[in-house]
Antibody
């Protein structure tokens, strides 16, 4: 069974850092486009970052560019989101998501359960 | 690209036909998908490329449109369809709409 499991969320003071992890099972992150999407309760999802199959080409939402970094460890089949200079407006549930570039390019067919990040003093 | 969804909430009865609209701020071709999200769960892909059903999605769900104007329809509302629905463009990176919360009347 294919699965994504996030961890690393928590409470951090504004200006602080967190590193989210996403362990994939049942498929290889090396062969997938992987994303982070965040969502506040009662609000629509917001795309944050993506890493394509070459493992080095990444794109970011303007709101996180220069502060967040997406990366992967193929040996551990894990994707990361390093979040620096956190702001109150970064508070959200963060989902790790797979884009199915073979069957549904541009679309997210596998989501984790999410991990909550709260930036507050 | 901005995505404007309407209505923001909708109340309907079992068996009703339900339609949600999504408008893009610029031409996105066919690159529009629809997701369903139930409370406490992650979104689920229902429709992609404007009108194609994702794997295992029942044919009671449908989508149409291209360019800037899209619609999503549930032909006969069932209790298990109660959820929030989001459109998403993927012509230029990714932008979700603000959602339509569907409630049972």
């Amino acid at each position: 069974e294919m699965q994504l499991v996030e961890s690393g969320g928590g409470l951090v003071q504004p200006g602080g850092s967190l590193r989210l992890s996403c362990v994939a099972s049942g498929f290889s992150v090396r062969n997938s486009w992987m994303h982070w999407v965040r969502q506040l309760p009662g609000k629509g999802p917001v795309w944050v970052a993506r890493l394509i199959t070459d493992g080095t080409t990444a794109d970011y939402a303007d709101s996180v560019k220069g502060r967040f970094t997406i990366s992967r460890d193929s040996a551990r089949n894990t994707v990361f989101l390093q979040m620096n200079s956190l702001r109150a407006e970064d508070t959200a549930v963060y989902y790790c998501v797979r884009e199915n570039i073979v069957d549904f390019p541009g679309n997210f067919d596998l989501w984790g359960r999410g991990t909550m990040v709260t930036a507050s003093s | 690209i901005q995505m404007t969804q309407s209505p923001s909430s909708l109340s309907a009865s079992v068996g009703d036909r339900v339609t949600i609209t999504c408008q893009a701020s610029q031409d996105i071709g066919k690159y529009l998908s629809w997701y369903q999200q139930k409370p406490g769960k992650a979104p689920k892909l229902l429709i992609y490329d404007g009108s194609k059903l994702a794997t295992g999605v029942p044919e009671t769900f449908s989508g149409r449109g291209s360019g800037t104007d899209f619609t999503f329809t549930i032909s006969s509302l069932q209790p298990e369809d109660i959820a929030t629905y989001y459109c998403k463009q993927y012509d230029s990176l990714y932008t979700f709409g603000q959602g339509t919360k569907l409630e049972m009347k």
